[in-house]
């Protein structure tokens, strides 16, 4: 299957041209994502919007055609234009304090697609992170992984040659890599994670089957063992759309010192995966 096929039409991203005319459809579509126009509901008219977010009724227009050709609202002559329900599931949510099992429990119930696999030299950027020697080479592999027929994360992994010999691109491509590196003998020990917000680029936007330029979440965790060592980078783009970060926070302490604690449930027992 090539990149982006298999994606529905509900599950592209189709971001109009021009930066106003984005802008509103971001907006939109992040106002029906979190409920302020949840399914059903009558949107504004085009000239309500264009009041709203001070543009053109033609930039409105553009930003409605965008949301319309996404399958997120429904437009008809004389009726309005009307929230679309996408149904249950339509995005993956995780808990942001118990993100690794989550993401370990994701990796068993989602299928990914292997799109490369190589062995050069690290990256500075990955070599300095892992604490590896300068030239030291890496396994490489680029995977897209989906719920069903609906691609929402894009993930390059590096893991040192010594470790990924022992196993094949095959095994990658049916395999998660934590149970690889289990079975190459790594005992994994400790992680250290990052989270950003950045932009879909070309390659990464064709294989996920949204517009490039879209906003995805971006992911950077390292793995090491019980040595300390360096053992996997992982480098993952997600689709904003599609998977979300939550966290449960509790009020704690006495009167002089009520601050917010997050609320921590990690499912004993589950390894880091991606």
Avoid: C
């Avoid at 993401?103 to 950027?125: D, E, H, K, N, W």
């Avoid at 010594?162 to 079975?183: V, W």
């Avoid at 599609?242 to 509790?250: A, D, I, S, Y």
């Amino acid at each position: 299957m090539q990149p982006g096929e298999g994606v529905t039409r509900q599950d592209s991203t189709s971001l109009p041209e021009g930066g106003k005319a984005r802008r509103v459809y971001l907006l939109l579509r992040d106002e029906m994502s979190n409920g302020t126009y949840p399914p059903g509901t009558l949107l504004p008219g085009e000239q309500k919007l264009a009041e709203i977010f001070a543009v053109s009724r033609v930039t409105v227009r553009r930003a409605l055609d965008a949301l319309d050709a996404d399958g997120l609202i429904s437009r008809r002559a004389g009726a309005g234009t009307v929230v679309r329900d996408r149904g249950e599931g339509s995005a993956v949510s995780a808990d942001f304090t118990s993100l690794m099992p989550q993401l370990v429990a994701m990796g068993q119930s989602t299928t990914a697609r292997l799109l490369s696999f190589s062995y050069g030299p690290a990256p500075a950027q990955v070599a300095r992170d892992m604490g590896l020697p300068d030239g030291a080479r890496v396994q490489t592999a680029v995977r897209v992984r989906s719920i069903g027929d609906r691609p929402f994360s894009h993930l390059t992994t590096y893991v040192p040659e010594a470790i990924a010999a022992n196993y094949t691109e095959a095994d990658l491509a049916t395999t998660p890599l934590f149970r690889l590196l289990e079975r190459s003998g790594v005992t994994v020990e400790a992680a250290q994670q990052t989270v950003t917000a950045t932009l879909a680029s070309p390659d990464v936007a064709e294989a996920l089957g949204v517009s490039v330029g879209s906003a995805l979440l971006s992911l950077r965790r390292v793995v090491r063992d019980a040595e300390g060592r360096g053992v996997e980078y992982l480098a993952a783009l997600y689709r904003a759309d599609l998977f979300r970060l939550e966290m449960t926070l509790n009020r704690v302490g006495g009167d002089d010192n009520r601050h917010w604690e997050p609320v921590i449930d990690p499912a004993p027992g589950q390894e880091a995966a991606e």
